[in-house]
């Protein structure tokens, strides 16, 4: 009932030749696979060059921040009517390293969670616990807060668009993967968050999983019944690794 979405967070990696290069590879790949949403965020500089090389594909392209005033006076920000204008259908939300380096909280988030539904956009919003959270036996509490705070005040229909991604922060880019079971147990807790705020909408909300997701831990982490995809970094940056993640179920 719920499609799954494989999603590659690109960070700050390729130029704009290699990101062409690779979507174009890509496209031949997974051109028959028709069961699954497949999403590339590549940096700000990418999106145009990569919406127009993705044309005519199964491959949607999103950007992976945005901003959420509409235009004026934001030196080196970018609205979400920009993020739409360069052919994106998703832009990523709130990402631990967004939160890590750059200062977001769940306020920003949640203008930001704002301004891309009000631009058609489809927010894909990042929770996940550090380490130390997890350690101190706080993980429920923290993702409940992220989740409450970060995509609150939504009407029916904007919260049935929004895609959650639960990212523990110790398993982004480490090769420490949350287990199946730990990764279920917290997207479970998400789902029933999400059932409080908005109802049944919930069971048709696609929760990804992030955090060193690789060909062959996927098909583990896609057995359980509230991971509905991934947000991948370092193993979406390969055509050939991104093929296998994408086609999970083979
Ligand atoms: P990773 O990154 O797959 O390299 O761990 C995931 C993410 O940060 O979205």
Redesign the pocket.
Known sequence: MRRPLMAG?W?MHKTIAEAVAMVNELKGKIADVKDVDVLICPTFTSLYSLSNEAKGSNIKIGAQNLFWEPKGAFTGEISANMIVDAGCSYVIIG???RRQYFGETDETVNKKTKAALNAGLIPIVCVGETLNEREMNVTFKVIEKQVRDGIKGLTSDEASKIVI?Y?PVW????GKTASPEQAQEVHEFIRKVYSEMYGSISEGTRILY????KPDNVAELMKKTDIDGG??????LEASSFEKLVKFSK
């Open positions: 967070n960070k990402h631990s390293e991604a990212e398993a982004i880019g480490t992030g955090g060193s997701v947000l991948v970094g370092g193993a979406s």
